[in-house]
């Protein structure tokens, strides 16, 4: 098995990228464990990786349509999945409504974030990297849910309301013409 063959699925960068993939999986048992001390470090650990694969993809010309897609996937899982129910289950919701609310506003935040990744990958060639993001990437609509977390778990924000509010926003940003330089 050669690990720098673009066209060996499982070259060097996207044994990376299923190693993100497999720590965002992680990440949601320890969110259902209610450890989510585990599960945020994973999930740094994860944001790593996802950087990782793109500098190894580019500097051993692993790039091509196959590890695209594949980086999209461990997005969706790491950065999507995975901060929504972090969120969700972070938020102590006191009534049926509570629960509903955050139900219908953690789907559309996962929903947003799909479309986002399916749209980027629409418009995206294998190796190349855009001057811009047009619409917050998913890795910063999960730093931004992750923020959210922790101003809630600190009782900084306490108003549930508030909170699913901004995941509210933060999902329309995902889509939205929105331009953030890529680094």
């Known amino acids: 098995m050669n690990l720098y063959d673009k066209d060996n699925r499982f070259n060097l960068a996207n044994i990376v990228t299923f190693a993100n993939i497999s720590l965002g999986v992680i990440a949601i ?3 259902q464990k209610n450890n989510f001390t585990a599960a ?17 993809a580019r500097r051993f010309n692993l790039s091509c349509e196959f590890g695209v897609q594949l ?34 506003v953690f789907i559309f935040y996962i929903i947003s974030g799909l479309r986002r990744l399916i749209e980027f990958n629409l418009k995206s060639e294998a190796g190349s990297v855009a001057k811009y993001f047009e ?7 999960a730093i931004l849910l992750w923020v959210l ?15 699913l509010l901004l995941v509210v926003l933060i999902a329309y940003l995902l889509n939205s013409k929105v331009k953030i330089p890529h680094p």
């Not at 619409?135 to 910063?140: K, M, R, V």
């Not at 977390?149 to 909170?163: D, K, M, T, W």
């Open 71 to 104: 980086d999209s996937f461990a997005d969706f899982v790491s950065f999507v999945l995975m901060p929504a129910f972090l969120l969700f289950y972070a938020l102590k919701k006191s009534n049926e409504f509570e629960l509903l609310l955050g139900g219908v």
């Open 29 to 31: 048992y320890f969110i």
């Open 149 to 163: 977390y922790l101003l809630y778990s600190y009782e900084i924000v306490s108003n549930i309301y508030f909170i």
């Open 40 to 56: 945020i470090i994973l999930a740094w650990i994860a944001g790593a990786l996802d950087i990782a694969d793109g500098k190894i």
């Open 135 to 141: 619409g917050i990437p998913t890795p910063l609509g």
